[in-house]
C-alpha cells in the first residue's frame, strides 16, 4: 500500500501554520514538502540545551544573515523575512521536541508562537510557511491527513 503525500496540503498557503508532526519519517515529510516546491529545512534539536542553543541552530539552518540578533524579535524578524532563501514557499520540521521541551520547555513554549506569527505574515502574502514539531503541545493541532 503506497502512502498519500502531503505535497497538495502543503501547497496551500491559506491552511499553513504550525502543526504536531505526523508519525511519518522526517524524510519522507521532507520529500513531501520538497515536491511541493517549498524549500524544506529539518532543525533536529536532541543536542539543544537551551534557547541560545535552539536560537544558534535555528540560525544555522535557516542561514540567517548576520545582523540576526539571537532573540525571539530577531527570529520573529527573520522568519517573516527570509529574502536571502527565495522560494516559493517554506516548510520547517523540528525533530526531538520532546527531548528539548524537557531542557528547557520555556524557550519551546516561547518558540512556538514566534513560528505561528511567521505563518501568519506568509499567509497573509499568499506563502505557504509551515512549520511541524514532533512533539504533543497544548494548543499544537495535528497536521490534517495528506489530500
Not at 55 to 70: K, N, Y
Request: glycine residues 8%; neutral net charge.
Amino acid at each position: 500500500m503506497s502512502r498519500r503525500s502531503y505535497a497538495p496540503l502543503l501547497r496551500q498557503a491559506s491552511r499553513s501554520g504550525v502543526y504536531r508532526a505526523p508519525r511519518r519519517g522526517a524524510a519522507s515529510l521532507i520529500a513531501d514538502a520538497k515536491a511541493a516546491g517549498l524549500a524544506a529545512f529539518h532543525i533536529d534539536l536532541a543536542a539543544v540545551r537551551d534557547k541560545d542553543a535552539l536560537l544558534d541552530r535555528i540560525a544555522e539552518t535557516l542561514s540567517f544573515p548576520d545582523w540576526f540578533g539571537h532573540n525571539w524579535d530577531a527570529l520573529a524578524d527573520c522568519l517573516g523575512d527570509l529574502s536571502w532563501l527565495p522560494a516559493h514557499g517554506y516548510f520547517i520540521l523540528l525533530t526531538h521536541c520532546g527531548d528539548f521541551r524537557a531542557r528547557d520547555g520555556a524557550a519551546f513554549a516561547a518558540a512556538l508562537p514566534v513560528f505561528a506569527a511567521a505563518a501568519e505574515v506568509w499567509r497573509g502574502q499568499g506563502v505557504p510557511f509551515w512549520t511541524l514539531a514532533d512533539a504533543r503541545s497544548d494548543g499544537l493541532a495535528g497536521l490534517p491527513g495528506p489530500e
